[in-house]
């Protein structure tokens, strides 16, 4: 079963403002990833945050990560047209076929740029 | 480095037939997975291999097969295809830090 769970399921702005996507999960992490996927292509790792991390940063993203909430978030800042995409979050699964060597996706939270 | 390649790109099967999809990485990891993407269901994992000779089971394996014979090279098999595995099927490699995905096979089940 997924573990994480992205809100909102789409996201439509206005380029130049900030886009904000969230993701819940279940059960206990080591970290939580971001995905960035664009239309009819696999998906882009973007950030990993660790569990014992709050806040990360990288370029325009900023990601938190509440362990009491079993939340995370991503922030995209002064969004751009080519930030069209879907995002997702991923945790590592644990699987009765051989062990923790699985990434479980969330179904993704999937963002418009208006121009 | 061409990174992660899936062939073909597009298939379209009838009910019952069989096929191959071939998964190769040129970045010598050892992880490497298969996940199937539906709409409204996210990716699913179907099968991953820790390693040259190693295959198991991920969350919907059921209906496919999985072989790693040599290490860069990862082949999802449908024996008897159905309509339900009518899907976009991607290949991924790396470790549980950061994965890296070829760009799909888009199959049709008719």
């Known amino acids: 079963s997924q573990q994480g769970e992205e809100d909102p399921q789409a996201l439509s702005i206005q380029e130049g403002e900030n886009a904000t996507m969230n993701c819940s999960y279940k059960?206990?992490?080591?970290?939580l990833q971001w995905y960035r996927q664009n239309s009819g292509r696999g998906l882009v790792h973007l950030i990993l945050?660790?569990?014992?991390?709050r806040e990360k940063h990288s370029g325009r993203l900023r990601v938190t990560l509440d362990t009491s909430k079993k939340s995370s978030s991503l922030l995209i800042t002064a969004s751009r047209a080519a930030d069209t995409a879907s995002y997702f979050c991923?945790?590592?699964?644990?699987?009765?076929?051989?062990?923790?060597?699985?990434?479980?996706f969330g179904k993704g939270t999937h963002l418009i740029i208006q121009p | 480095n061409a990174g992660v390649t899936q062939t073909p790109k597009f298939r379209v099967l009838k009910t019952g037939q069989s096929m191959t999809l071939l998964c190769a990485q040129d970045?010598?990891?050892?992880?490497m997975y298969w996940y199937r993407q539906d709409p409204g269901m996210g990716l699913r994992l179907i099968h991953y291999?820790?390693?040259?000779?190693?295959?198991a089971k991920g969350e919907v394996p059921d209906g496919y097969n999985v072989s790693r014979l040599k290490k860069q090279n990862f082949l999802l098999g449908l024996e008897s295809a159905a309509p339900s595995q009518t899907s976009v099927y991607f290949c991924?490699?790396?470790?549980?830090?950061?994965?890296?995905f070829g760009s799909g096979t888009q199959l049709s089940v008719l």
């Open positions: 991924a490699s790396g470790a549980r830090e950061k994965l890296f």
């Open positions: 059960t206990s992490i080591n970290n």
């Open positions: 945050i660790r569990s014992n991390e």
């Open positions: 991923a945790t590592v699964a644990y699987y009765s076929g051989g062990g923790a060597d699985g990434l479980t």
């Open positions: 970045m010598n990891h050892e992880y």
């Open positions: 291999s820790v390693g040259e000779g190693t295959t």
